[in-house]
């Protein structure tokens, strides 16, 4: 996952890109950058990039050295090219044809090591190992007029998940996937246009939300107006299921909907799959909260605050030893003693991974009193890994991969444990509209060929 944003029009673009970027941290906390220039002149651009969060990266004399009216941003999670300092976004090229270049990019590639194979031989040389430098050379290796077309004819070769900010010395373009796996927004600031991958960060920058980037356009942004066109492959767009439940932020607008709307209903749901008879629910924080609200409201059960968080834990530097190896989630999350002591609780998360944080937060309940733990997951278990941009382990480390639901149960230590129905969840997602989501996590059927022979979902 990572965090992208893109303003032109305003002579402080870099200041609201860092700002823009504070409210995307939390797609991407690894590493960000900024790169800034003014549109219509020939000079060089200027670019501040580092490892850590946008407050540690950033300083009041780090945006001043970012001059301009055009400004792109980047906030990195790594899941494809490891943990290096080339890896670090907005990418800068010099093309002979269209000038400086920047790109910040959110996806994952599919085909990405099949191209940079194939560029190699050609004579590319690379300087990151990230599928994002991949979309650069084949930009400098694609013969047309305009940098429109030869977008057009890249997107022709690439293949996953990609939201795409780019740049020139002259213009921001915005580029969606034919899935549209990754959301992208397009918000207008005064006379300025911003591109960002949620909402939240035009509402940060009192910009107005004027519509999701489609799945499959390619916007052109100059300092008057804007241009849309299609990309060449169309195809239905597939969503990514995962944005709603745990990536994007609950205030962010995803189709129009909040996704606190989502996660609400999603609960909602899971209340509705059951009736247990339990004393109270609790969430945990914070992606768990909103599925807790809706499950309480539907199940007509008190919600309580069993978790708190612990909001102002940096990263943390020192592995812990055996002794202390507690203290991790314990940093995080810690429980309330009185609203859990003999009581028979129902707990709301969003999403079990590998299995090994639920158990922590379980045992904290169990030594805080907790008589029973019913764990109820408000999206379907995740059994397969993702291809299109989300860090999911490979099959072998996902718990529900490798065990049946009462064997997870006795691993993750509850008294049972129940997730939200695959049919549920469409029907959340889908409100009887025809937008289709990805839930390939969760069954297995990919929206392409991912180049590493895996089952594709047949077509609508
Ligand atoms: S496989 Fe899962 S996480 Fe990846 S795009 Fe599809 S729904 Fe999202």
Known sequence: MCGIIGIIGDPLASQLAYFGL?????RGQEACGIVSFTTGEDGDLSSHKGFGLVNDVFKEDTLKKLPGDLAIGHVRYATQGGHSAYNIQPFLFRSAKFGSITIAHNGNLTNAKELRQELEEKGSIFTSTSDSEVILHLIARTKVDTLEECLKEVSKRIYGAYSIVLATQKKLYGIRDPFGFRPLVFGRR??????????????????????????GELLSINCENFSS?????????????????YFSRPDSLLEKET????????????AQEEK??????????????????GYAEASGLPLELGLVRNHYVGRTFIEPTQAIRDFRVKLKLNPVSSVLKNKSVVVIDDSIVRGTTSRKIIRLLRDAGAKEIHLRIS????????????????????????NKLPAMADILGVDTLKFLSLESLKKVLEKGTSTKHCHACFNGLYPEEIFCKIPVAPAD
């Open 276 to 293: 247990l008879d339990v004393d109270v629910v609790i969430a945990v924080p914070d992606s768990g909260v909103p599925a807790a609200i």
């Open 229 to 245: 066109t299609s990309l060449p492959r169309e195809t239905t767009p597939r969503y990514c299921a995962f944005e709603p439940i």
């Open 22 to 26: 504070y409210a995307l941290q939390h």
């Open 190 to 215: 005064g006379k300025a246009f911003i591109l960002a991958s949620e909402s939240c960060a035009l509402d940060l920058l009192d910009a107005e939300y004027l519509r999701d980037v489609r799945p």
């Open 259 to 270: 996704v606190y709307t989502y996660r609400k209903a999603m609960g909602k749901a899971l």
């Open 379 to 402: 999206s379907p278990p995740i059994a397969y890994s993702c291809h299109y941009g989300v860090s999911t382990p490979t099959r072998d480390n996902l718990l529900a991969a490798q």
